[in-house]
Nanobody, 121 residues
């Protein structure tokens, strides 16, 4: 599976962005998908995940109620709608594919390149 994240940019605090992750290669719908982020000097942090079949979702406490993960298996694309952005949400965001239930970067099987999200205060 090849993953391509996009949609990052500069936004003011309180604003919104929608990230996309386009997948190609092996069957996209066989995998759970996740978003991670990495701030400078920090480890990859779990943000959200979505299962491949029934659309179950899981969120980090820090983004619950503000971020929404979704996927369109017909388009081989996953999304992360980010609302009420805070300066601490600024990071490089990565998408990943793997098995449902995992929240660690190393537990996923495939990773895309990152997209930068900058939030000005």
């Amino acid at each position: 599976v090849q993953l391509q994240a996009s949609g990052g940019g500069l936004v003011q605090a309180g604003g919104s962005l929608r990230l996309s992750c386009a997948a190609s290669g092996r069957t996209f719908s066989n995998y759970a998908m996740g978003w991670f982020r990495q701030r400078p000097g920090k480890e990859h942090e779990f943000v959200a995940a979505i299962s491949w079949g029934d659309g179950n979702t899981n969120y980090a406490d820090s983004v619950k109620g503000r971020f929404t993960i979704s996927r369109d298996n017909a388009k081989n694309t996953m999304y992360l709608q980010m609302n009420s952005l805070k300066p601490e949400d600024a990071a490089v965001y990565y998408c990943a594919a793997g098995h449902w239930g995992y929240t660690s970067w190393g537990q996923y099987n495939y990773w895309g390149q990152g997209t930068q999200v900058t939030v000005s205060s």
